[in-house]
């Protein structure tokens, strides 16, 4: 019996050894053959720019959207446009919050080879399935709408240049050099920005009518943009569906392809509503 208990005593105080020995950690010989990796300066310094740069990169894209600073984010962004498209962070999160606008749709209409009318829109949820190929569809739609909203007028531009000559003999006159300068790289950029905006819709415009030519065995085809307005909670509750047919605006000519190529639409042609076949 005093052999088991002392046996007992020496097995306790055997494990409790070991358990302080677990406790205290690794040996300084065991810590030698693992030793821990520590960043040296220059690496860190390394990393915290990289880090900080990637971070600045993904927040500018947001920022590039409209409305951007034109002497800041926008510039930038410019810049930045091919890393962000290797990247895929061009995102707009701006465009879901705080406060959606109104969506916008494409609406085609066309004339296939054997004479027959057919006519659609997209972005479709019947047809384009999963939601982000739907998605898809709908940006590109917004995008069409905003490309084609952005163009200016052919009288506001007629008036402009109208403006801008008055203004510099006016300064030029005054001997104002300076301003006139001024006054002249100003009306450059503008040019230069509504002729990107022109040439930017028109390429756009004409490779989705080349698409749905294609896809329709069409010979001609017609594109508008059509907005969809966001009902007011009273017309909600009172039974308005946001797909309701009410909510649709009159269609907004953007161009049309046929075989003698593309033609965007001109201020003269007029809006359609929905369902007219004028």
């Known amino acids: 019996m005093a052999n088991r208990k002392r046996n007992t005593k020496s097995k306790n105080r055997s494990n409790r050894s070991e358990f302080e020995h677990a406790l205290s950690g690794p040996t300084d010989q065991q810590s030698n053959s693992n030793p821990t990796f520590h960043w040296s300066p220059t690496a860190r310094a390394i990393a915290t720019v990289l880090i900080l740069f990637y971070l600045f990169v993904v927040v500018i894209g947001p920022l590039a959207n409209p409305i951007a600073s034109k002497h800041f984010s926008s510039p930038i962004a410019e810049r930045l446009a091919p890393l962000h498209r290797i990247l895929f962070l061009g995102h707009g999160y701006r465009f879901f919050g705080p406060d959606p606008g109104p969506t916008h749709r494409l609406v085609f209409r066309g004339v296939r080879s054997d004479g027959s009318k057919f006519e659609g829109f ?32 052919p009288n506001f531009l007629k008036n402009r240049t109208a403006d801008y000559e008055r203004q510099v003999a006016r300064l030029a006159s ?12 100003d009306r450059q950029r503008e040019l230069h920005y509504h002729q990107r905006t022109s040439e930017r819709i028109n390429s756009l415009a004409k490779s989705v009518a080349q698409v749905l030519l294609e896809q329709h065995d069409a010979s001609s085809i017609e594109l508008f943009s059509q907005e969809r307005s966001i009902p007011f909670p009273e017309e909600v509750l009172d039974g308005l569906k946001l797909n309701s047919e009410q909510l649709l605006l009159p269609l907004n000519k953007i161009g049309e392809l046929d075989a003698d190529g593309y033609r965007p639409a001109t201020a003269a042609d007029p809006k359609t509503i929905i369902g007219s076949d004028e």
């Open 122 to 153: 997209f972005p479709d949820r019947q047809t384009q399935q999963p939601r982000l190929i739907y998605h898809r569809w709908f940006m590109l739609s917004e995008t069409l709408f905003v490309e084609h909203a952005s163009q200016a007028d």
């Open 174 to 185: 005054a001997n104002q050099t300076n301003q006139v300068k001024r006054l002249q790289m």
